[in-house]
């Protein structure tokens, strides 16, 4: 996750709409990922930081796409999910499935409405630019990324609390590389949409 924020800070320059928020995308995870190895450490639990990190994922997520699409209707719609979600997000962690586990059902509302935003990008910016010029759209390379991560962590999330009762540290690992590869993926479609910055051409939508 450095090379894609290292990639992003260089041309800040040039970053417009919804990818002035995502470059900090990359060194969210990555603190996350550092606070996860700590705590886990030092205290043996890391799970209230998952918490954390799903819940400010989303957050930077669906403010990406506020600061992504210009038509008022969809930002106001964006303001309501966004407070939705937070309330959802609380209610989860403190009282549906607590700090014993990871947030799930927040992951589940979380890729729910992403991927929800980011068809109805591609939706958009199909109708206005040809699909040769989809390559070097830095917001539609990073979209196709979030959307394969959150696609393959649905039934992670949803499977891992049960793992975490049987304490199978087998599987969990094998969940935790298979994460790992995703999130990998969508280091590389990150890097690649930075890279192409400097071709980014503002469009409202």
């Not at 930081?49 to 992504?68: N, Q, V």
């Not at 890729?111 to 958009?124: Q, T, V, Y």
């Not at 094998?174 to 590869?181: E, P």
Request: hydrophobic share 55%; net charge positive.
């Amino acid at each position: 996750m450095l090379v894609p924020f290292y990639l992003a800070r260089k041309r800040r320059s040039t970053l417009t709409g919804g990818l002035v928020m995502l470059q900090w995308v990359p060194a969210f995870l990555f603190t996350i990922y550092c606070c996860t190895l700590v705590a886990n450490k030092i205290w043996h639990n890391n799970l209230p930081l998952l918490h954390f990190g799903i819940f400010g994922e989303s957050l930077l997520y669906i403010k990406i796409y506020y600061d992504e699409f210009q038509n008022k209707a969809i930002k106001h719609r964006i303001k309501l999910l966004s407070i939705f979600f937070t309330v959802f997000a609380l209610i989860d962690s403190f009282f549906i499935e607590g700090f014993k586990g990871i947030n799930s059902y927040t992951n589940l509302a979380e890729s729910i409405i992403i991927i929800a935003l980011s068809l109805l990008f591609f939706e958009k910016n199909m109708s206005y630019n040809k699909f040769t010029y989809f390559r070097r759209t830095p917001m539609f390379i990073a979209s196709i990324g979030i959307v394969i991560y959150l696609s393959g962590t649905i039934l992670l999330y949803l499977t891992t609390n049960y793992f975490i009762d049987l304490n199978d540290e087998f599987t969990l690992r094998f969940i935790y590389l298979i994460n790992s590869v995703l999130l990998l993926l969508m280091s590389v479609l990150f890097s690649w949409a930075f890279s192409l910055a400097k071709f980014n051409k503002a469009v409202a939508f």
